[in-house]
């Protein structure tokens, strides 16, 4: 029987009385790059330490290629490659060595895809890791993971020790070797414009919302800024959007001068809602915004 990747079904989890998930649940599909988003303490990596079974929930199923997160079996855990928040390497190991040494667990090895992003880095196999910038060792640890050519890729945070430079790379490899439609990948990172080009669906997790799952190019059409300059009327604004419909007013941002309006509707229901303030004698106007705008626009500043 063929199953999905990911399979989440009415996941609760709590940390004292800070519940993290109530009710969550997620299908991904084979052949799709989802992106999780949220602010920190969201539970980003928490469900990726639920889903790789190494911490039970409070309630709920989940199951990676139809195997329950926390009994995991060897066979299909062969078909995950997880990178895991941090980047960890041996030190005292060549490029070649590295290499070698990891091979020897998999069976489905692909030594090309190791070699063919280490050698971007321009650096001898016979370069010890140990002698690497923090970014130089970060490709080799990628490196290593997708060598492993495995069905579902995790990577917790793969950002961290990448410049500008060194993510673009990454990103461009996974374009290449992985968006083939055989491969799934679940992503997180605090660096939003990598995700521009690249994934399929996102996932936002936020404290008083349920999940979010939309395709990016739906998000970026749907949700909508609109900004609102009130100068010295701060007061009568704030009587007036308090009649607004709360159900599709996503987030509002208030600045010295202005407050910025975020909505996850279509432009009809919106144009309504703003019709009924009467804004006549205010500056209203629709924003531009990319792909950080409006992650920040819809999970909130702060």
């Not at 009415?10 to 992106?35: C, D, M, Q, W």
């Not at 399929?200 to 936020?206: A, K, P, S, T």
């Not at 990319?290 to 500043?301: K, L, P, W």
Request: hydrophobic share 35%; aromatic share 12%; net charge negative.
């Amino acid at each position: 029987m063929n199953c999905h990747p990911i399979e989440i079904e009415n996941l609760f989890h709590s940390y004292g009385k800070r519940e993290l998930y109530h009710s969550l649940s997620l299908t991904i599909p084979k052949g799709k790059v989802y992106a999780l988003l949220g602010k920190n303490g969201v539970g980003k990596t928490s469900l990726i330490q639920i889903l790789m079974g190494f911490m039970r929930p409070n309630g709920g199923e989940c199951r990676v290629f139809g195997d329950p997160a926390h009994t995991i079996r060897p066979k299909t855990r062969e078909r995950v490659g997880l990178l895991f928040e941090r980047h960890l390497a041996y030190d005292f190991f060549t490029i070649e060595q590295a290499e070698k040494f990891t091979r020897s667990f998999y069976k489905n090895w692909k030594s090309d895809l190791y070699y063919g992003l280490v050698d971007k880095l321009g650096l001898p196999y016979s370069h010890r890791i140990a002698n690497m910038s923090e970014g130089q060792r970060s490709q080799i640890v990628l490196g290593l993971i997708l060598a492993q050519d495995p069905e579902l890729l995790i990577l917790d945070d793969y950002s961290m020790g990448l410049d500008a430079g060194y993510r673009r790379l990454f990103i461009d490899y996974l374009c290449e070797n992985l968006k083939d439609g055989e491969h799934t990948v679940v992503i997180t990172s605090h660096v939003i414009q990598d995700m521009q080009n690249f994934v399929d669906e996102l996932v936002f997790m936020r404290k008083d919302k349920p999940a979010l799952v939309t395709s990016l190019d739906t998000f970026m059409e749907e949700f909508t800024c609109y900004t609102i300059v009130f100068k010295n009327n701060e007061g009568d604004i704030r009587k007036r959007l308090s009649h607004m419909n709360s159900e599709i007013v996503v987030n509002t941002e208030w600045h010295k001068d202005y407050v910025q309006l975020f909505f996850y509707a279509s432009s009809d229901i919106i144009l309504k809602e703003l019709q009924k303030l009467d804004l006549h004698d205010f500056s209203v106007q629709k924003s531009y915004m990319d792909i950080e705008d409006a992650f920040i626009g819809y999970t909130g500043r702060y």
